[in-house]
């Protein structure tokens, strides 16, 4: 059997967003949005679940395997 190179690749990626250490939301976006990582911040600041636990601000935020994990601290 033969295969084709496009159909392995993905056009989207699931973001994993912790606040403090602990899973509080995930993410779709397109695979073209892995390389701005103030878009995948922007995103993850405008989730619901992201804005209940950041209310008090962010002091800093750090992307750990990129584009897979952000996490943030508060």
């Given at each position: 059997?033969t295969?084709?190179?496009?159909?392995?690749?993905?056009?989207?990626?699931?973001?994993?967003?912790?606040?403090?250490?602990?899973?509080?939301?995930?993410?779709?976006?397109?695979?073209?949005?892995?390389?701005?990582?103030?878009?995948?911040?922007?995103?993850?600041?405008?989730?619901?679940?992201?804005?209940?636990?950041?209310?008090?601000?962010?002091?800093?935020?750090?992307?750990?395997?990129?584009?897979?994990?952000?996490?943030?601290?508060?």
């Open positions: 059997p295969w084709d190179d496009k159909y392995l690749t993905s056009d989207t990626v699931t973001v994993v967003v912790q606040v403090n250490g602990k899973l509080r939301s995930t993410l779709t976006t397109d695979a073209s949005n892995l390389d701005d990582e103030q878009k995948i911040l922007d995103l993850a600041l405008e989730d619901p679940k992201v804005k209940k636990h950041t209310a008090s601000g962010i002091k800093k935020h750090i992307y750990i395997k990129k584009a897979k994990l952000l996490n943030l601290v508060v």
